[in-house]
Nanobody, 116 residues
């Protein structure tokens, strides 16, 4: 059973920066994808960014140029968010997707609040 632990959420003023980390344990998959999603109050969960074990990254349009996702260690990903806006306020979730089994695992989420 893969477990994910997110860290780094908090309160930041608009225009500021924040970094989120996610560490997966309980896996030995060589090929995988880790992704960040977010869910704002009253809205559906949406993809923020994803990164494969190879390092290939993808971003939602709203994050291009502001967010950077990286593999900082095996099974550990980091999301750097710059120029934050109040509309970035949401609970941010980490997801681990095994390329072998196609099973998804989710973290419990970390709250990011951007004040005007």
């Amino acid at each position: 059973q893969v477990q994910l632990v997110e860290s780094g959420g908090g309160l930041v003023q608009a225009g500021g920066s924040l970094g989120l980390s996610c560490e997966a344990s309980g896996t030995s998959d060589r090929y995988y994808t880790m992704a960040w999603y977010r869910q704002a109050p009253g809205k559906q969960r949406e993809l923020v960014a994803s990164i494969m074990s190879s390092g290939t990254a993808r971003y939602a349009d709203f994050g291009k140029g502001r967010f950077t996702v990286s593999n900082i260690y095996v099974y550990t990903t980091h999301l750097r968010m710059n120029s934050l806006k109040p509309e970035d306020t949401a609970v941010y979730y980490c997801k681990f997707l095994s390329s072998v089994s196609s099973v998804e695992y989710w973290g419990k989420g970390t709250l990011v609040t951007v004040s005007p």
